[in-house]
Nanobody, 117 residues
Framework: QVQLVESGGGLVQAGGSLRLSCTSS????????IGWFRQGPGKEREQVSC????????YYSDAVKGRFTTSRDANKHIVYLQMNNLKPEDTAIYYCSKGCGLHANYWGQGTQVTVSS
């Protein structure tokens, strides 16, 4: 059974940074395409980034491009989402997923990110 766990969320002022982590029991994150999604208050869930299997490439939404970076630590079996220059509109629950886009089929419980102005 695939279980994903996000951590690293919190409250930060605009312009600040946070690093989210995604760990797993049941699958090795090293070999899968892993996505990060978010769902803000009153909004639909949206994908913000994706790191392809075998580190074949990354994807970022226009809203976060240039500010967020996703990476993989194969030794620690963790996928990170480094978020810099955070804005109030980045406030959301952030989820990691196995797969991206329409192929995302497992999500964790999420971690809350709140950015104050």
């Amino acid at each position: 059974q695939v279980q994903l766990v996000e951590s690293g969320g919190g409250l930060v002022q605009a312009g600040g940074s946070l690093r989210l982590s995604c760990t797993s029991s049941g699958i090795s994150l090293d070999y899968w395409t892993i996505g990060w999604f978010r769902q803000g208050p009153g909004k639909e869930r949206e994908q913000v980034s994706c790191i392809m299997s075998s580190d074949a490439g990354t994807y970022y939404s226009d809203a976060v491009k240039g500010r967020f970076t996703t990476s993989r630590d194969a030794n620690k079996h963790i996928v990170y989402l480094q978020m810099n220059n955070l804005k109030p509109e980045d406030t959301a629950i952030y989820y990691c997923s196995k797969g991206c886009g329409l192929h995302a089929n497992y999500w964790g419980q999420g971690t809350q990110v709140t950015v104050s102005s």
